[in-house]
């Protein structure tokens, strides 16, 4: 019995040394990793969205900013009697009864996180809960800073939009804090500079219990607004383009020609950059994305379309710096023009009869320029057209920004697979052939000029918080001043003389230099441009119309180029 | 003042001062369990565990008066009326938990499977002294195994698995220290395992979910496996020195279910660490140890048995109850002795610990 006693003795031991082993495994070996669960059994953390940085016009105005919004939310420990509740809330915000409940029902996560019911509710709804909230247990108000865009349609392309991050952007930019369900610049300075305008999102560390209620909240980390934005843009003139233009489409750009800054800067048709914030809105934007007038083409730096007549400047340029035409060397136009057995017409049918080269730019005769177009050669044309930027993109600090086109013999040999015919350099010579240029280019070029050929770099961007971005780049063109006294002359006579194909374009009291182009188009009426600057003696500011489909360019679009001026007087800029 | 002190000498020091550590080391987490803010210091918890503590000691230091060898001769009448009992928990029984254990008597309520084990352990002492020349044979072998599964089955139906697993755990025990031969014995553990698909059937649902989570502990994390994972989170992150007393996450946020009966020791482990659980552990080692010199110091057959037969209770309740609470044993509802909150089973244990220094104090002296 005692050598039985003796082996049950042996197995309690045995069975107290596991006991002891498995605590050793449990609480020794394993005890940091169970430590680690233990923390995130009890541990939530709750964002709370940093505002984004406000984006400024140059006077100070807010363009793009934060907006204060009231969501009724439910907290799920909070509410007592439900039915209660939900019947009450119902008869005061109008909701359903059964809607309020389907709500709450689909976006409950946890007893602590708050349920939204209502997104962005008024003011007085606000209130009238906060008057209530004894009677709805649970129910509160929370407020929280939205994007607010105080001028949505005119600054829509410049400023851009935000879009919720995708996966793709999320793992791309997750070591910079991004996280998912973030708001991120879709186009335009929100996307440029969303990483500075974007706020440090703070949070809340609460301890809950096994049924998640909140027992305690163990930190706060107040979130921090992002960086703000001062733009060159002018809010006032900016807005009064964008009415100008109404229902046309089109781009318009003044650009300040000393200093690169552009103050305007519109492309119609727009959009109201604030429908990306609710998610109600998505067969709104699937529409606005399918819409044949392409709302989102920002048309003053992407849309690409040839210069027309307004290129003519570019020729009689490179004719008077090659020396191979003098300003005296005159041209009769009979109306049209014979290369070969093609017949090459002038705008006006009946000829504009016998002109030297300030009166061809003033009449904007074709005649004169297919001469000079043969004199010339597409080379030539070429190289003194890239110089003075077409081709290349500006470098202004938008998204998206075309390079256009200048075509060369070489150029279409290598893509065309072709030679370069001479007729096709009596149509470039007007602005045509293959050609393309985008309105921000022609204010460049148009700077160029009457900026005693200094090409400078178009600004969106005046300053940040960080520093002040007046960096000036520019380029000194080798054009010599007479070439373009004579030029900047011509383009005087456009606007001040009145049979200047650019008369419409004057105003009273402004000496106003500019040039007209007309783009046929195979279908509807021709597109339109007015490119000029102001004032003539000294000069400081370019102004480009574009307008699709605007019929002639000595029209609609040099009356709204008169318009702008006047604006311009009006706001003491000129 | 003499009686007294002559009776502190014979009685078994260890063990009775391990025993009164145990229950106060109980009380203490009993409190950091059930203690909720705003309610008193003495919760109820407290105070009834206090109660039964002192009606145990009462009944405790009253068998100490009457010989041990008394009990064996009322075993019998005892045995018959405990299965009256345990068969009308079906018609008056309070459900708890899904299980029908508990009477009610009055102020407080009762678990006849827990006074079922110790008049079980009496009988059977009884039993195999009486037939000690006979344990070869068969004949008493499946007597013994008749005594055990006429209340064991009226447990297991309550439902309550693991008291039913402590009668047959005490019934080995006690077979094998009466000698019973090696090929009997191999021949009753191949009969369990033969068994026990078809015992599988007679399970409820639970149980059977708790065994498969047993064998895999992933397989429900929020339902059947969430005790257990809780469970080994709480003591696991213990790690050495513990939470602090009332300061244990797992504890007081509630995510330990049953923390102040069934996972007490889970708390324990979660709040004073590897070396709270191990001297907790060490406790009751001084109560195995000291009552299995209780069973070698006498020459009594009844009265061995019998010691025998406790320990193996009060041993299989601990190495179960904290077995499970880190996972190297299924769920079987098996309170910590002494610890967990239960006044049937703090009191059982107790006349337990003081049958064992009965044993020691009228072991018959050559």
Redo the contacts between chains.
């Keep these: 019995?005692?050598k039985?006693?003796r082996?049950?003795?042996n197995l309690?031991g045995g069975?107290?040394l596991?006991?002891?082993l498995?605590?050793?495994?449990?609480?020794?070996i394993?005890?940091?990793?169970?430590?680690r669960?233990?923390?995130k059994?009890?541990t939530r953390l709750i964002p709370i969205i940093a505002p984004r940085g406000t984006i400024y016009d140059r006077n100070g105005e807010e363009i793009a900013s934060n907006k204060l919004i009231f969501d009724i939310v439910i907290i799920p420990q909070e509410l007592r009697d439900k039915a209660e509740v939900f019947s009450r809330l119902s008869g005061l915000i109008g909701t359903g009864k059964d809607e309020i409940e389907r709500i709450f029902k689909n976006n409950y996560y946890a007893p602590f996180a708050p349920v939204t019911i209502r997104e962005n509710v008024d003011k007085s709804i606000a209130f009238q809960i906060e008057e209530n909230k004894l009677d709805i247990p649970g129910v509160f108000i929370l407020t929280r800073a939205e994007r607010y865009y105080n001028h949505p349609e005119s600054t829509c392309h410049i400023i851009g939009y935000l879009g919720e991050i995708n996966r793709k952007e999320l793992e791309q930019f997750k070591e910079y804090g991004y996280k998912i369900k973030d708001l991120i610049g879709r186009t335009g300075i929100e996307k440029l500079f969303d990483a500075y305008l974007r706020g440090d999102d703070g949070g809340m560390q609460l301890?809950?219990?096994?049924?998640g209620r909140l027992?305690s909240v163990l930190g706060q980390k107040e979130p921090l607004k992002g960086n703000d934005i001062t733009l060159t843009i002018d809010a006032r003139l900016q807005d009064s383009i964008f009415d100008e233009m109404g229902s046309s489409r089109g781009a318009c750009v003044v650009m300040d020609v000393t200093s690169g800054e552009v103050i305007a800067l519109v492309s119609q048709p727009s959009f109201n950059p604030g429908i990306f914030l609710n998610s109600g809105n998505r067969g709104k934007i699937t529409q606005l994305l399918k819409s044949s007038r392409r709302p989102f083409l920002n048309r003053a730096i992407t849309g690409l379309y040839q210069p027309a007549s307004v290129f003519k400047i570019v020729v009689a340029i490179a004719a008077l710096e090659s020396k191979k035409v003098s300003p005296n060397t005159s041209v009769t136009c009979s109306g049209s023009y014979k290369k070969g057995n093609l017949d090459f017409d002038c705008w006006k049918k009946e000829g504009h009869g016998t002109l030297n080269l300030r009166s061809a730019i003033a009449n904007s005769c074709n005649v004169y320029f297919y001469r000079l177009g043969g004199i010339l050669g597409v080379d030539l044309i070429a190289r003194y057209a890239t110089e003075f930027g077409f081709g290349r993109s500006t470098g202004i600090k938008l998204y998206g920004e075309a390079k256009g086109l200048v075509p060369t013999r070489m150029w279409k040999l290598l893509t065309k697979g072709d030679r370069w015919y001479e007729g096709e350099t009596l149509s470039f010579a007007v602005g045509h052939s293959y050609l393309l240029a985008t309105p921000i280019q022609l204010a460049r070029f148009i700077s160029g000029v009457a900026n005693e050929g200094i090409l400078i770099r178009p600004q969106i961007v005046k300053s940040t918080d960080e520093k002040e971005k007046s960096s000036v780049s520019f380029e000194r063109l080798s054009i010599s001043k007479e070439t373009l006294k004579i030029v900047k002359e011509a383009m005087l006579d456009v606007v001040e003389n009145e049979h200047g194909t650019g008369h419409n374009a004057s105003v009273v009291g402004l000496e106003i230099a500019g040039k007209t182009g007309t783009t046929q188009q195979l279908v509807g009426e021709s597109h339109a441009w007015f490119c000029g600057f102001a004032p003539f003696k000294s000069p400081r500011y370019a102004v480009v119309v574009f307008l699709e489909h605007g019929g002639s360019g000595g029209a609609m679009a040099s009356i709204i180029a008169a318009n702008i001026f006047k604006k311009m007087q009006e706001l003491k800029l000129l | 003042m003499r009686k007294i002190s002559a009776f502190l000498r014979r009685v078994d020091k260890p063990l009775v001062v391990a025993t009164i550590l145990l229950f106060l080391i109980g009380l203490s987490f009993l409190y950091s369990t059930t203690y909720h803010k705003g309610q008193g210091i003495l919760d109820r918890y407290i105070v009834r565990q206090m109660l039964w503590f002192v009606i145990g000691l009462i009944f405790s230091i009253a068998l100490l008066k009457v010989n041990y060898l008394r009990f064996m001769d009322l075993s019998y009448f005892l045995y018959i009326f405990i299965i009256f009992i345990l068969l009308s928990v079906f018609f008056v029984g309070n459900t708890i938990l899904g299980a029908q254990r508990w009477i009610d008597i009055g102020i407080f309520t009762f678990q006849p499977s827990e006074f079922a084990k110790l008049i079980m352990i009496m009988v059977l002492a009884n039993y195999l002294g009486r037939n000690r020349i006979r344990i070869h044979s068969k004949k008493t072998i499946i007597g013994a195994f008749l005594i055990v599964s006429v209340p064991a089955f009226l447990i297991l139906k309550q439902p309550d698995l693991g008291t039913a697993l402590t009668f047959f755990a005490v019934l080995f025990?006690m077979l094998?220290?009466?000698?019973i031969r090696i090929r009997h014995l191999v021949a009753i553990i191949s009969g369990g395992l033969f068994l026990m698909p078809v015992l599988w059937h007679f399970l409820k649902p639970y149980q059977k979910s708790r065994l498969l989570v047993f064998l895999n502990p992933n397989l429900d994390p929020l339902g059947a496996g969430y005790t257990i994972r809780?469970s080994?989170?709480?003591?696991?992150?213990?790690?050495?020195l513990g939470k602090g007393w009332q300061s244990g996450?797992?504890n007081l946020?509630?995510?330990l279910p049953e923390r102040h009966t069934d996972f007490i020791f889970s708390v324990v482990?979660?709040e004073t660490?590897?070396l709270g659980?191990?001297f907790v552990?060490f406790l009751?080692?001084i109560i195995?140890r000291q009552s299995?010199r209780i069973?070698?110091s006498t020459n009594d057959?009844y009265g061995?048995l019998l010691a025998?037969g406790l320990?193996t209770m009060i041993?299989f309740h601990?190495?179960v109850n904290?077995?499970m609470t880190?996972?190297?044993m299924p769920v079987v509802g098996i309170p910590l002795p002494l610890i967990s909150y239960g006044g049937s089973s703090l009191v059982v244990t107790l006349i337990a610990i003081s049958i064992l220094l009965n044993i020691r104090i009228n072991r018959p002296v050559f």
């Design positions: 019995m005692s039985r006693l082996i049950f003795k309690i069975s107290f596991a006991l002891a498995g605590l050793s495994y449990t609480q020794i394993k005890g940091p990793e169970y430590f669960l233990s923390e059994n009890r301890e809950v219990d096994n049924r027992v | 025990s094998f220290v009466s000698g809780q080994k989170i709480a003591i696991g992150s213990g790690m050495l996450t797992q946020l509630n995510f482990g979660e660490g590897f659980a191990m552990l009751y080692f195995i299995i069973a070698y057959v061995r025998v320990v041993a601990v190495f904290i077995a880190i996972g190297l």
